[in-house]
């Protein structure tokens, strides 16, 4: 079968703000760049992201962004690039400042400054008294931003292609990247994307886990192509779980909520966060926070009729501030947890949130990967932003809000090194033959099997999997049996059937599609966090509770092919400033 | 629970047809879209865009007992039954409940939808005032979903010249932003029997809107600047 190609200077897959925000220096420089989404760009899941965005402005109080940089290096339990932070809090900034110019309808403070709001680990002074540095419209930030975003590609004229999924990454002998094959969702049509610069920003995957707060659309695909084309994931191990999703559907209320004043409780009415986090209770680090309400579950003190879950109140603050400051929390609290915050507290719970690990990049964007002589080597023609990659800003745990910013600061400067390397990589390197083979041979699989098995069985089958072997704590044996499982749920993945074979807008096909990519998310999460035998950051293990330094300060690879692990060191060295050495974490 | 499902696949149906299903919701399906997933584990054919499920990405909008809404925040308790569920109105189905959103975008691409100011940027923020930010309260929370564009007679007549509510109240979050300098040249754009002119005061935008927003207000608020610079 001959599949159709074109070609573009660039191809981006994934219409979120870190691809938005790539696609956006490319266009404005003028290059021919197709974005390629798996939904109108408006629906990508940044546009659920609530709180706010990072950056040292000092609106509110006292702020620079050494401060920011300690607290990210701190957040990341030690693993986190230092060079990479630096860059990242160094440009916070400038490129929200960039936003508002593009018309980001930021909240403002009486002078007309954006106005800033405190978050968890957010400090002054190298952990001191709050910082106030999350710039915020309202509880409704991701939103804005993104369509911020879009409106300005609409005006550089972007080209998307919209509900395209991505299929396979095309590479050549030499390991170098060419484009990707997609599939037109609309018409059931393959084809070949072939670019100079190929840049994956397609999110998330966690929806791996059964209670999620991410979109259905979060299944880790960039990933999975990334993967099955031979470039490794580093440190899969680390997912964090958002301290209040709303019991029982997941739904992400905002830390904004705490850095306003909310706080949370147990059954008997105490504020327990005191007892875990003296100094900065509620307004801890989120694996701080998920860690204590989970204890609380675990001893006995959750609320309700089977004490699995802790309250969240904010009544206390009043209707004025909710409505203004909070107005889209209030709305999902009505409409999912039928509690009204202005009167009574919310029902909430820990749930998987956001995947700290990705394809590996350097703070230009540019995938690395051991390859022909270094651990860190560029993988020609290949980037990849936002969630997708780990550069790694957020090492073991993200801080609430480094998330926007890591989207806007790396899409804006793996735009600017794909512009660089263009200018001199100025021809299209030769297409392999079978370029498209795997992707089809996938594709011709679900169009022929009969009597396979049910892709939402099989899908929950990996999510309730990963729900039990690999939640906020982890244990030695559900580890051990959560990798023979999910090694199961990956053998009959391979034989999933689709009784819908139409060509046209085919969601069971896009579904079946998807499951291939979440079980190699899956697959990577349990044997890297099978081998990490310490606790850091969102990843804390019953058998080894403390952070080990002298065995485990390594980024983990994992490898597809043969389910290998391999380390890499993590990059203690800033690029200007001094390096903050390990330390204990307290908040 | 009995639903009634609008069904058109062109890779196999002449014609559109209503398929009846019969279902027993777990005590978790709570809202209209976990119904719908419930229902799309039996019958994979069954096509419907979804994302967020939290009613922040527009995707699931469809008509649902005669009035357009977004699956994913509407409770299935208290649906008449049997529920039945069709495309959103006026616009080309693709199949089954999607409909083509082409003409949709067109129309807001064609209003600008960004903020046009000449003036090199300083610095840092260009400076609003709390009050100034208030005014777009109300528009730019707009979700793109297309529940008040095509509930809107006057979009289903012209949808090549209208430019809908949805539009209209995007126009309207540009020309109330006090950074935006194309006030004159968004009205001139707009100045046109068909543009703004065509919205009849019908309200049906307003009262769909799922996010609780007042596009048909924002109309008359473009056609009160348009009257103010006549005179």
Known sequence: MTVARRKFDAVIVGAGGGGMRAALQLSEAGLKVAVLSKVFPTRSHTVAAQGGIAAALGNVTEDNWHWHMYDTVKGSDYLGDQDAIEFMCRQASEVVYELEHYGMPFDRLENGKIYQRPFGGQSQNFGGAQATRSCAVADRTGHAMLHTLYQRNVRANTQFFVEWMGLDLIRDEHGDVLGVSALDIETGEVMILQARATLFATGGGARIFSASTNAFINTGDGLAMAARAGVPLQDMEFWQFHPTGVYGVGILISEAVRGEGGYLLNKDGERFMERYAPHAKDLASRDVVSRAMTTEIKEGRG??????????????????????????????????????????????VPTAHYMMGGIPTNFHGQVVAPYKTGPEEVVQGFYAVGECACVSVHGANRLGTNSLLDILVFGRAAGNQIIEDLKRNTHHKHLPGDAADKALARLARLDSRKDGENVAQVGDMLRKTMQAHCGVFRFADLLKQGVDKISEVAERVKNTEIRDKSRV??????????????????????????ARKESRGAHARDDFPHRDDDKWLKHTLYFSEDRRLDYKPVRLKPLTVESFPPKARTY | MKFSIYRFDPDKDEKPYMQNYEITLEPADRMLLDALIRIKTVDDSLSLRRSCREGVCGSDAMNINGRNG???????????????????????????????????????????????????????????????????????????????????????????????????????????????QATAERLDYLEDPYRLFRCHSIMNCTDVCPKGLNPMEAISRIKTMMTKRTI
Request: aromatic share 8%; charged share 25%.
């Open chain 1, 303 to 348: 609320c309700g009729r089977d004490a699995d879950h802790l309250l969240l109140k904010l009544d206390h603050l009043g209707g004025n501030v909710i409505k203004a400051r909070l107005p889209g929390i209030r709305e999902i609290a009505i409409k999912f947890a039928h509690a009204d915050p202005v009167q009574e507290p919310i029902p909430v």
């Open chain 2, 70 to 180: 977004l699956a994913c925040i509407t409770p299935v308790k208290g649906l008449r039954e049997p529920v039945e569920l069709r495309p959103l109105p006026g616009l080309p189905v693709i199949r089954d409940l999607i409909v083509d959103m082409t003409q949709f975008f067109k129309q807001y691409h064609s209003i600008k939808p960004y903020l046009i100011n000449d003036d090199p940027p300083p610095e840092t923020e260009r400076l609003q005032s709390p009050e100034e930010r208030a005014e777009l309260d109300g528009l730019y929370e707009c979700i793109l979903c297309a529940c008040c564009s095509t509930a809107c007679p006057s979009f289903w007549w012209n949808p090549d010249k209208y430019v809908g509510p949805a539009g209209l109240l995007q126009a309207y979050r540009f020309l109330a932003d006090s950074r935006d």
């Open chain 1, 505 to 530: 807008f085919n969601t069971a096909r896009v579904e079946a599609l998807e499951l291939d990519n979440l079980v190699e998310v899956a697959l990577a999460t349990m044997v890297s966090a099978q």
